[in-house]
């Protein structure tokens, strides 16, 4: 599962190039007064059809429509559908809420190569007075960076680590990554070093 806002979730599909039916429930909203559902047809990393239902199963918006809404939608628990309730022709019809119910496995993602960093430690000058002020400035500049991590270590994960995970990619800084998944910076500081103890994300 990915708790992610569509906008980052295209992007985490066309990185791991993903094929299969991906669904969100949504939360009472303007456009959804009663909530509803959404589905997205992906096929290698690429959204092919996007359908927005309300609570009853009935099709409100898809594609073009549904993509200009799903931004206000804000962060949504995305969940991969069984392979079987999959519908390439016909992608989304509403008997396919029990089938989901049903499995509710979390996302399983493939390997992450190994990235390498050659970049040495920074060494700080001496001060005549240590003050642990720059020290802590430094660190909300570093660059995560995802190891290669088995994929039993990902599913021990909680979605907010497994999307801090994906999201470190040796560019986007810590406090782009909790601007991206709407959280506080010392939230996604501290997931970063529970991640870099256990061996799955490197800084530099």
């Not at 094929?19 to 290698?44: I, M, Q």
């Not at 660190?139 to 995802?146: L, N």
Request: aromatic letters at 6%; charged letters at 20%.
């Amino acid at each position: 599962m990915y708790s992610l806002a569509y906008g980052m979730m295209v992007q985490v599909l066309r990185q791991l190039g993903y094929s299969g039916e991906f669904h969100a429930d949504v939360t009472p909203h303007a456009a959804l007064k009663e909530g509803g559902r959404v589905v997205l047809v992906v096929r290698n990393g690429s959204v092919i059809s996007c359908h927005i239902f309300d609570k009853h199963g009935q099709k409100l918006y898809h594609d073009a429509e549904a993509q200009r809404l799903l931004p206000t939608f804000g962060i949504l628990n995305w969940k991969l559908a069984p392979a079987h309730s999959t519908r390439t022709a016909n992608p989304v019809t509403p008997p396919v809420a029990p089938s989901l119910q049903r499995n509710m496995n979390p996302i399983t993602p493939p390997t992450m190569p190994t990235v390498k960093s050659d970049a040495n430690p920074i060494t700080p000058p001496m001060m005549p007075t240590v003050r642990p002020v720059e020290p802590v400035a430094r660190e909300r500049r570093f660059v995560p960076h995802r190891l290669q991590v088995s994929e039993s270590q990902v599913r021990s994960w909680s979605a907010l680590e497994r999307s801090v995970f994906f999201l470190a990619d040796g560019v986007r800084s810590t406090e782009q990554i909790a601007t991206l998944l709407s959280r506080p910076p010392a939230t996604i500081e501290q997931i970063i070093n529970q991640l870099e103890a256990s061996g799955a994300i490197r800084q530099s």
